[in-house]
C-alpha cells in the first residue's frame, strides 16, 4: 500500500544573506559549496557549538544554479572528558575508551536557501533560536569569505509599518547595510547609493527629539528611508506613540522578525517554499 503524503504545518523565519560585492546567485551558491566543503566548527557561545549536518542542492537551472539549497544545521554541546561527575556518590567519574567527538544535547534545524533571491527560510523550533542560526551563519560566512557577506533577520512588515505610521517618534536607533542593486529608487535609492559607495562594515544612526522628531511619510523623508531599508537590511530601534493621546514605548525590530506559517504536502514542501518566497521576496 502506499505511504499517504501527510500534510506538514510550521512557522518559518526568512533571513537575508546579501554579498556586499558580486551580488550574484552563483557567488550565494558558491558560499554554500564552500561552507560544505570545509564545515567549519562554530562557536555559537561559552556551552553550544553548531555545523553542518547535510547540504543538499536542488535541481538546477539552465545556468546551473541550484533553484533551492536544503540545509540541516546541528547545534550541541561538546563534551570535557575531564568534567564528568556522580553528583550522588560526590566523585569525578573517568570514562574509558573516550571519543572527542562524542557531543551531547544535539539539536537540528531545516533551513532552505534559495540562491536566485539570496533568501533563506528557517523552520521555527523551540530547540534552536533565529539568533542562533544568525550567529552561525554570520561566523561561518566570516571563515570562509572575510568581510563579504552582511546577513540579517527579516522584519515584520506589521511592525514596520507601525513605526512608519506613529503619531510621533522622540527616539530612534538603526543598524542597518546597503540594499540589493535595482531595490530602491528616489531618495532612498540615492541614499543607498552613496551608502554603499562608503563601504562601511557597519552603519548606525541615532537620533532623539523629546518634542518629537521631524518625520515624513513620504519617500524623501531620512528616516523613512532608513525605516524601509531596515526591513530587509537591518534593525530599528524606535520610542513611539501611535496616537496623540496614547503612551510612549519603545519598539525592537529584533524581537519582531517576519514569519510565515506554511502548510502543505510533505514530499512538496521545497518546491512550495521555492514558489512562495520568490513570489513575495522575488522584487525586493
Not at 526568512?14 to 550574484?24: D, G, L, M, P, S
Not at 533551492?68 to 561527575?85: A, H, K, N, P, R
Not at 533568501?119 to 539568533?131: E, Y
Amino acid at each position: 500500500m502506499e505511504k499517504k503524503d501527510k500534510i506538514t504545518r510550521g512557522k518559518w523565519y526568512v533571513i537575508n544573506i546579501k554579498a556586499r560585492e558580486e551580488q550574484t546567485p552563483e557567488h550565494y551558491v558558491q558560499l554554500f559549496e564552500e561552507l560544505k566543503d570545509v564545515d567549519p566548527l562554530i562557536t555559537i557561545n561559552s556551552s553550544k557549538s553548531a555545523s553542518l549536518q547535510q547540504v543538499n542542492f536542488g535541481p538546477r537551472t539552465e545556468r546551473n544554479i541550484p533553484q533551492w539549497i536544503e540545509i540541516v544545521l546541528m547545534t550541541y554541546t561538546i563534551l570535557d572528558e575531564d568534567s564528568f561527575y556522580n553528583k550522588r556518590k560526590k566523585e569525578d567519574v573517568m570514562l574509558d575508551s573516550w571519543n572527542p567527538d562524542w557531543v551531547a544535547n544535539k539539536h537540528e534545524v531545516q533551513l532552505i536557501f534559495i540562491p536566485k533571491i539570496h533568501i533563506l527560510a528557517m523552520r521555527k523550533t523551540p530547540k534552536v533560536s533565529l539568533n542562533t542560526v544568525l550567529n552561525y551563519l554570520s561566523s561561518a560566512a566570516e571563515y570562509v569569505e572575510p568581510n563579504v557577506f552582511d546577513i540579517t533577520s527579516i522584519k515584520d512588515k506589521g511592525v514596520i509599518s507601525r513605526i512608519q505610521n506613529a503619531h510621533s517618534i522622540t527616539k530612534i536607533e538603526a543598524k542597518i547595510s546597503f540594499s540589493n542593486p535595482t531595490h530602491t529608487k528616489g531618495f532612498q535609492g540615492l541614499f543607498d547609493k552613496k551608502f554603499k559607495e562608503m563601504n562601511p562594515s557597519n552603519f548606525e544612526l541615532k537620533a532623539e527629539n523629546k518634542n518629537g522628531l521631524s518625520y515624513s511619510n513620504d519617500d524623501d523623508g531620512l528616516l523613512n528611508t532608513i525605516v524601509n531599508l531596515s526591513e530587509h537590511n537591518g534593525s530599528i530601534k524606535a520610542r513611539i506613540k501611535d496616537q496623540e493621546d496614547s503612551k510612549y514605548e519603545t519598539i525592537n525590530t529584533n524581537h519582531h522578525p517576519a514569519e510565515y506559517q506554511i502548510v502543505c504536502r510533505g514530499r512538496e514542501l521545497l518546491s512550495y517554499l521555492y514558489n512562495f518566497l520568490i513570489g513575495k521576496y522575488g522584487e525586493n
